[in-house]
């Protein structure tokens, strides 16, 4: 029997808001370093390159143990790999508000990325699990939904912790919550088994890195996230340069951002259940093209204009994922689920990273202070929605049930208790 017909629409969603607030703690972990810059450079008197390692760690850990837990993820039953990993989340988080120095604090955030990332890879391989292939596209935009929230509430959050109480609190603030959250998780989510055990670790891997769905899924999974992250590192200092938005005002573009978005994504969710997945990521491509055409090439402007640029910006940008990580959820079978997760995880934290610093060289700080190659950027990101689509509709080929809305039957069953 399949999980996926095992839980009433009820506990479903139980089982979805409690995977969301995962992620959302998950989320949150990683936004609130954003305001703790100068807090950070200013306790530990480093330069901002050694700030940014504390960034960096979080997500080059997160992709290397996603890889490693590849080769074995699938072999433990799934609640029990998601919990033991969001305890070490949640330890990792409180030694970061313990560290008494830069490099105890860089140590804790590397072990917080590489127990987050692959808890947030487990995560996802329960919703493909526990939710049916017909309501998929929500599921994947109900935990989705705890992104754009986290980026809401993240940096002024952080901001105003970290000003009443230093640093410490924000760290503090989610390892207690990490507690309430677990707490939730052991009483909500379901025991998943597989009914064929996955192959030998090495057999596990080479099956997961070989198939050519997979590899397919992968492709479209790395573009997916390289349009977006070449284009968000420069979005704020954008803002302020080249549009002439105050340091203060940065705040307002995030919260309608953020808000537009968080109230979208349930509706990109439903559009992606009730029509052709692939279709759906295209129609959506189209218009994150062109939001990103107008906010990469966006003059002076009132931030009324910004707002509205920015937020369709994020909405278009968040909404092609439901859809997309809907295909990819479907087309993997359930016993390679997770160890495919935890690797997609891997491609997507290098596809970042490899953006970020591509973008990096593509835009450059004129004498008066303007971004230029912003523009190219942007030219680069409606480049990668094509390829985003172009290696989505090379999934569907070889994989057709992994677009079409309805149900299709799972090749290996997970058994819920």
């Not at 993240?154 to 919550?177: K, T």
């Not at 989510?189 to 030998?200: C, D």
């Not at 002076?300 to 968040?318: D, G, K, L, Q, S």
């Not at 439901?322 to 359930?334: D, F, G, I, K, Q």
Request: one cysteine or more; charged letters at 10%; proline letters at 6%.
């Amino acid at each position: 029997m399949s999980a996926t017909h095992a839980q009433t629409p009820a506990r479903e969603r139980a089982i979805l808001l409690t995977l969301a607030v995962v992620q959302f703690t998950h989320v949150m972990d990683f936004m609130i370093m954003m305001p703790l810059g100068s807090h950070l450079m200013r306790v530990f008197s480093i330069t901002p390159a050694q700030f940014s390692y504390l960034v960096a760690a979080y997500g080059l850990t997160a992709a290397v143990s996603g890889f490693g837990a590849g080769f074995f993820i699938d072999r433990i039953e799934r609640k029990r790999a998601l919990l033991t990993l969001y305890t070490g989340f949640g330890l990792a988080t409180l030694a970061c508000g313990l560290a008494p120095t830069y490099g105890t604090l860089l140590v804790a955030r590397a072990a917080a990325g590489a127990f987050g990332g692959v808890a947030s890879s487990v995560l996802m391989a329960m919703v493909g699990d526990v939710i049916p292939a017909a309501r998929r596209g929500r599921g994947m935009a109900v935990v989705g939904a705890a992104f754009p929230l986290a980026s809401v509430l993240g940096v002024p959050l952080g901001l105003y912790l970290a000003g009443r109480y230093e640093w410490h609190a924000p760290f503090f603030f989610l390892s207690a919550m990490s507690v309430g959250v677990l707490v939730l998780g052991l009483r909500v989510l379901p025991v998943l088994r597989h009914l064929h055990p996955p192959a030998h670790p090495w057999d596990q891997m080479r099956n997961i890195v070989t198939e050519p769905v997979h590899l397919r899924a992968f492709l479209m999974s790395g573009m997916l996230v390289f349009a977006g992250a070449c284009v968000i590192p420069f979005l704020a200092p954008s803002m302020v340069a080249n549009v002439g938005l105050t340091e203060e005002q940065l705040p307002y573009i995030y919260l309608a951002g953020g808000f537009c978005t968080f109230c979208t994504t349930p509706v990109f969710g439903r559009l992606s259940d009730k029509h052709d997945k692939l279709h759906v990521l295209g129609w959506i491509s189209i218009g994150a093209a062109a939001s990103v055409l107008v906010i990469t090439n966006l003059p002076a402007a009132t931030v009324t204009v910004a707002m509205v640029a920015t937020a369709a910006f994020m909405m278009t940008m968040a909404g092609r994922f439901s859809p997309a990580m809907a295909m990819l959820t479907n087309a993997v079978a359930s016993r390679y689920r997770g160890g495919f997760m935890s690797v997609n995880s891997a491609v997507q934290q290098a596809a970042s990273g490899l953006a970020n610093l591509t973008a990096g060289l593509l835009v450059t700080e004129t004498a008066s202070g303007h971004l230029a190659g912003f523009p190219r950027v942007g030219a680069l990101s409606v480049a990668c929605f094509g390829l985003t689509f172009f290696f989505g509709w090379r999934l569907r080929a070889i994989a057709p049930h992994s677009s079409r809305p309805g149900h299709h039957v799972e090749p290996q069953p997970i058994a819920a208790e």
